[in-house]
């Protein structure tokens, strides 16, 4: 998984951050004949300003990226007062510059901005902003808040902590309790911040040790060979938490090859082969832990309410926020089917 440098701010809504995600926040509760408590609408569903929302994001070389996309567009077409101009997407951050400054000139209302770099893309949403385009900076953050209106994204050390959590309370009768971590790439500050969480979290549990890690790079190769190598020096653990369900993939694989069903295994970001496998449970993983790429729809949702003048429903503030941390909510066999529509492929 490309890199998602994620600022905690302001912690939004609850749990639950499914297909719904943030509409209900960018939608009024209030009936239709009435203005919102302090007077300004609040966006919802009915057609309002016409917005012309520009998005470039980096390439979908991921299938949480390509999620990413599919979220934005089809958020999109649910508003009929939203025109999305959407960029091809790339890695090369001056083609990805090039892709913004084109929807820059062509003087869109409202940026939506994923950037394959967030500290070598600061300077062109620094442009976009001096030139009166507000922009929603979505995940991978700016170097600066001068360059973006809102950032959106998820929260990489909560997934840490809630997966540790999660393992935490099912092993908490249990004596001398050993896990271990498949860990993405370690010069990426998200897993460095997955690592921390879950590393505070099991301080909860003077029970549990970790006894081994090991670091892969977000593929399903790479969770198949590094998850080779740990079971091959982990002859008994009880718990694994694997970073990336992608790479998730491969370490399924490598786990059936070699037999083994002694431990539970809890994933990460909420891929729809996870979901499955949960919700069937005949094998070891039994959770993950959700990075949701619904949080491109929010961005939408986001962006039209800017781009109308409006603010968040149910709360009183004329504006949308600063800054939204999505929750890393924890998905297992009692919720799979309330997140089974966000998986993505």
């Known amino acids: 998984m490309p890199e998602f440098t994620s600022r905690r701010g302001l ?13 209900a926040g960018c939608t009024s509760n209030e009936s239709k004949d009435e203005p919102a408590a ?15 929302i520009g998005f470039a994001g980096p390439q979908a070389d991921h299938g949480w990226l ?41 003087k869109v209302d409202v940026l939506v901005i ?32 001068q360059a973006y209106r809102c950032w959106i994204g998820g929260d990489n050390y909560g997934m840490g902590l809630n997966a540790g959590h999660y393992i935490g309370e099912k092993l908490k009768d249990k004596s001398d309790a050993k896990v271990i971590e498949l860990a993405g790439l370690d010069n990426l500050e998200l897993t460095k911040q997955r690592t921390q969480g879950f590393d505070d979290a099991l301080k909860n549990y003077p029970n549990i040790r970790k006894v081994a890690r090991q670091a892969a790079e977000f593929t399903v190769e ?19 938490w694997n970073h990336d369900d992608d790479q998730g993939v491969g370490a399924l694989r490598a786990i059936e090859q070699a037999g083994r069903d002694d431990f539970l295994m809890v994933g990460g970001a909420g891929a729809l082969s996870a979901f ?18 619904t949080m491109a729809a929010s961005a939408i949702d986001l962006a039209r ?17 600063a800054s939204i941390t999505l929750y890393s909510a924890v998905v297992d066999k009692e919720n799979v089917d309330q997140y089974m529509s966000t998986g993505f492929k």
């Not at 912690?11 to 943030?22: E, I, K, R, S």
């Not at 500290?119 to 953050?141: C, E, F, H, S, Y």
């Not at 499955?276 to 790429?293: E, S």
């Open 11 to 23: 912690l939004f809504g609850t749990a639950a951050v499914g297909a719904g995600a943030l509409l």
């Open 38 to 52: 302090n007077d300004q609408p609040a966006a919802d569903d009915r057609p309002g300003k016409q917005v012309t």
């Open 276 to 293: 499955q496998a949960i919700k069937k449970d005949d094998g070891v993983l039994k959770a993950t832990v959700l990075y949701p790429p």
């Open 305 to 321: 309410a800017l781009g109308q003048g409006k603010g968040v429903g149910g709360m009183a503030e004329f504006e949308i926020p």
């Open 222 to 240: 790479s969770g198949q060979s590094k998850m080779a190598q740990l079971l091959q020096a982990q002859s008994k653990f009880d718990a694994l």
């Open 66 to 106: 390509n999620a990413i996309n599919d979220n934005a567009k089809s958020r999109a077409k649910k508003y009929s007062d939203v025109t999305l101009e959407i960029t091809e997407g790339s890695n090369d951050t001056a083609q990805q510059i090039g892709q913004i400054e084109t929807l820059i000139n062509k």
């Open 114 to 145: 994923l950037p394959a770099d967030g500290k070598a893309l600061t300077q062109v949403g620094l442009k976009a902003m001096r030139a009166g385009i507000p922009v929603i900076n979505l995940d991978r953050i700016f170097n600066t808040p």
